[in-house]
């Protein structure tokens, strides 16, 4: 009896451990997210059907209501944070990421040191953490990197709380880039970069133009993010109609108001700007003509230029004669608002028509024949072959 106890206690026992052996090796050769398992869980949460190849990304996506932002860390793992839902319209919560920093040879910074270019790559690299929003744009939604609302109460703050900022600007950009195909961006005064996102969004190439250093890293982080197939380039200095080192002014929780100090009465007197000082590192100037040495080896052909420089507007069209003579200039999209004092909006009305350039508002009316201190706060210069 004995015998026959141990011979059936000895077989339950090989059957176990051969079961056990069977598991170990089946679950080796088991991705941890098969579909099989994914689809379980999914029709446990309520979704029905997942596609054959979906992720763990794809899958945690569709189980929640609010939308899910995939960042990336210096150490390539994956970070998910909850977004509001789009339709409300909250701040959005914080997000400080440390967006991956690789040089792409399409997308470089480029800075003029007083003699000459050089490409920089350190000024993008060993970023610290930026708050992330989500920039709303045409072609769709891509991240943003910017300022606490506390000290940048205009665009930083919109983003957050709306995904956009100067919508209309960056709708007339769109359209006019969008009515020929061959026609490139170049970003006069990018901040933080709404207007070169929703066109790097689009998949055009584009010319960054920025000063503020707070400014650029966070411009690079979000081109890291959006991982944009178009031609991307920043170039790191203020712009004006000589070479020489400019302080820039520091506007009251307003960073989206920074200006060139340096002789712009413009900024001061058109403008409720409450000055608390100047930043402590000065900036090298260059010439808007310049860019035709720097781009030389794959030049620009066909632009859309953005100009909003803060009452520096004169100061860049000064130095661009030879930029537009050499360049196919069809739009320039132009802030009005400090442009409008008398003696600089001649200048700039004169170099326009030099240039067979005159001004439209963004339905395309005439402007030509009212009084320039009741243009819109933007006015489109379109060429002449363009206007209606």
């Keep these: 009896m004995k015998t026959r106890q141990t011979t059936i206690v000895m077989a339950v026992s090989i059957s176990l451990n051969i079961g056990l052996m069977c598991y170990v090796y089946l679950k080796s050769k088991t991705p941890v997210n098969q579909d099989i398992g994914l689809r379980t869980m999914a029709e446990t949460f309520g979704k029905k059907e997942l596609p054959i190849d979906s992720s763990h990304d794809k899958f945690l996506m569709g189980l929640h209501p609010v939308t899910l932002s995939q960042t990336h860390a210096r150490n390539g793992a994956n970070i998910y944070t909850k977004d509001i839902d789009n339709k409300k319209s909250h701040t959005l919560p914080v997000k400080h990421v440390n967006p991956t920093t690789s040089h792409d040879p399409k997308r470089s910074v480029y800075n ?7 490409e920089n790559k350190t000024v993008c690299e060993n970023l610290p953490s930026f708050r992330e ?9 891509t991240p943003i990197f910017v300022h606490e609302p506390s000290v940048d109460k205009y665009i930083s703050q919109n983003i957050l709380i709306s995904g956009t900022w100067e919508r209309d600007v960056a709708l007339a950009v769109v359209s006019y880039l969008q009515a020929d195909k061959d026609l490139q961006f170049v970003d006069i005064g990018a901040n933080i970069g709404v207007i070169s996102l929703e066109i790097a969004k689009l998949g055009r190439r584009v010319v960054s133009v920025e000063p503020l250093i707070d400014n650029v890293q966070r411009l690079c982080s979000s081109y890291n993010a959006g991982h944009f197939p178009a031609d991307l380039t920043i170039v790191f200095n203020a ?12 506007d009251q929780n307003n960073i989206g108001g920074t200006f060139v100090l340096n002789n712009n009465p413009n900024k001061r007197n058109g403008s409720d700007v409450i000055l608390i ?3 402590r590192e000065l900036v090298n100037t260059i010439l808007l003509n310049d860019l035709l040495s720097l781009l030389s080896s794959n030049p620009l052909t066909k632009v859309v ?14 130095g661009a004669d030879e930029f537009f003579r050499q360049v196919d200039v069809q739009t320039v999209i132009m802030e009005w608002t400090y442009s409008k004092q008398p003696g600089t909006a001649e200048t700039i009305q004169s170099f326009m028509s030099m240039h067979s350039m005159f001004p439209y508002d963004f339905n395309n009316g005439p402007l030509e024949n009212l009084p320039r201190a009741k243009w819109p ?3 489109a210069w379109l060429k002449q072959s363009r206007t209606p």
Excluded: C, F, M
């Design 112 to 118: 003029w040191n007083g003699h000459t270019w050089k």
């Design 239 to 250: 712009i004006s109609d000589i070479h020489e080192q400019v302080a820039l002014g520091r």
């Design 133 to 141: 929003g989500t920039l709303r744009t045409r072609s769709g939604d």
């Design 377 to 379: 706060p933007n006015v």
């Design 305 to 318: 230029i953005k100009l909003d420089v803060e009452g520096y507007e004169d100061h860049v069209l000064n």
């Design 277 to 279: 000082g100047q930043y």
